[in-house]
């Protein structure tokens, strides 16, 4: 019937117009599989509550969410806008293409755009923090000893830095020389402020970090910025989200061990039957709990003056 031929037609077109869309996703999915992780650059299409709708060109539209734009940031359509391609996902129904420009590979892209020396592998970008449109700090290497690295992302007059600054609307950047320390590593990246002694303690995961107590706001940062970006980077360094950092004064960091010294003189000359002078000396060799002495041979004990 006229009917029935009616349907069929239909049913048909909706079938080859779902293949083609179908097929024009996996082209985008296809042509921007290897920009993943570098930055695009697209038109604001439409404004949303929650995200932006980008034209890439040739059909291709990505998303940035509001959380993956600067505080500030508000863009119409039409704006031109540079963001990191995160995430390309050919499952997902709607948005395929997701755009970012508040993670730190953006910033770590920037810095591969304007630091030719990053391109050619001479330097390297070995971890990134940020606090975004607002702070953010990046720790650099090079096995080239003629190079240095923090100078080389400065730039001259510091170009370089200020045109990844001006991108992301101001962001004060910190670069940082990398060491395979992590201590002195925390001192670098403590920067601008100056570390007085460090304390790691491997069991707890903690640096404590002695600063003078005329330069402990600034250690600190506003609202804790200096230390949480510092704190990433250790993060980053260790490959274990665990360490934290303790900022104190020198005066408040002697008086923590002194009460760590006196709580465990108490424990040894409770738990061991000894008397406070060998309890002390003990203190002093370095140990500080029962589980540690335990693993030590009577030998080297009793060879402890």
Known sequence: SVTFDRITTQTAKQVIVQKVREAERAMVVD?????????VTGVVKKVNRDNISLDLGNNAEAVIGREDMLPRENFRPGDRIRGVLYAVRPEARGAQLFVSRSRPEMLVELFRIEVPEIGEEVIEIKAAAR????????????NDKRIDPVGACVGMRGARVQAVSSELGGERIDIILWDDNPAQFVINAMAPADVV?????EDTCTMDIAVESSNLAQAIGRNGQNV???????????SDD??????????DLQAK?????????DVFTKHLDIDEEFATVLVEEGFSSLEELAYVPIKELLAIE
């Open 257 to 265: 061990h002194q009460a760590e010294a006196h709580a465990a003189i």
């Open 31 to 39: 042509q921007f599989r290897e920009q993943e992780g570098e930055i």
């Open 242 to 251: 665990r360490w934290e950092l303790n900022v104190m004064t020198v005066e």
């Open 131 to 142: 606090d975004p449109g607002s702070r953010a700090k990046i720790a650099v290497k090079t």
């Open 197 to 201: 002694s460090i304390v790691v303690d």
């Open 228 to 238: 949480r970006l510092a704190s990433q980077l250790l993060k980053q360094h260790r």
